[in-house]
T-cell receptor
Framework: ETAVFQTPNYHVTQVGNEVSFNCKQT?????MYWYKQDSKKLLKIMFS???????VNETVPRRFSPQSSDKAHLNLRIKSVEPEDSAVYLC????????FGHGTKLSVL | QQQVRQSPQSLTVWEGETAILNCSYE??????FPWYQQFPGEGPALLIS?????DKKEDGRFTIFFNKREKKLSLHITDSQPGDSATYFC????????????FGQGTKLSIKP
């Protein structure tokens, strides 16, 4: 049963454009995350938010910025996308376990 | 530098056999090791996990064997079913209740009927 919802499922854009991905969790968790899964399926954490406070930033490029309105929502904005940003972006939330959404697949042409 | 390594990269077994997926890690501070299962087009889902104070964790057909001294663990899937075909990720973290996980590169498992 899905409890972490991501939109859109897919997004195709051109180099230099700005994109924004949405994520909502209905689990009541305090902490949410963004992970990036590359073409080789390698998963790496990008950000985590706890009660709207950024607590982890794994040195991702500055063109990436997380945005949160409340603890149930954590969006991801990419300003001026580059080809290497093509990947699946996975939103997650946690209490004692990490729950992932289905992901947003980004293709940068 | 890959802190969590998995082998093999891909594995094919016959239905009913036991699939063995291997994982190793480098950081001695890691004390929580979940395994995630991912089907195409979906996000990873927690399958089973173990803490470093234990050497074995069993849940139905899935068993984790953990060797702290050698920094190795393995996932055994007994009586493999075609529905078990997926990519399996080993992960590690320093804290049990933290979502900051370091993932291995995954093992793609295929079960032949």
């Amino acid at each position: 049963e899905t409890a972490v919802f991501q939109t859109p499922n897919y997004h195709v854009t051109q180099v230099g454009n700005e994109v924004s991905f949405n994520c909502k969790q209905t689990l009541g968790h305090d902490t949410m995350y963004w992970y990036k899964q590359d073409s080789k399926k390698l998963l790496k954490i990008m950000f985590s938010y706890n009660n709207k406070q950024l607590i982890v930033n794994e040195t991702v490029p500055r063109r990436f910025s997380p945005q949160s309105s409340d603890k149930a929502h954590l969006n991801l904005r990419i300003k001026s996308v580059e080809p290497e940003d093509s990947a699946v972006y996975l939103c997650a939330s946690s209490d004692e376990r990490l729950f992932f959404g289905h992901g947003t697949k980004l293709s940068v042409l | 530098q890959q802190q969590v390594r998995q082998s093999p990269q891909s594995l094919t077994v016959w239905e009913g056999e036991t699939a063995i997926l291997n994982c190793s890690y480098e950081d001695s501070t890691f004390n929580y090791f979940p395994w995630y299962q991912q089907f195409p087009g979906e996000g990873p889902a927690l399958l089973i996990s173990i803490r470093s104070v234990s050497d074995k964790k069993e849940d139905g057909r899935f068993t984790i064997f953990f060797n702290k001294r050698e920094k190795k663990l393995s996932l055994h899937i007994t009586d493999s079913q075609p529905g078990d075909s997926a990519t399996y990720f080993c992960a590690a973290s320093e804290n049990y209740n933290q979502g900051k996980l370091i993932f291995g590169q995954g093992t793609k498992l295929s079960i032949k009927p």
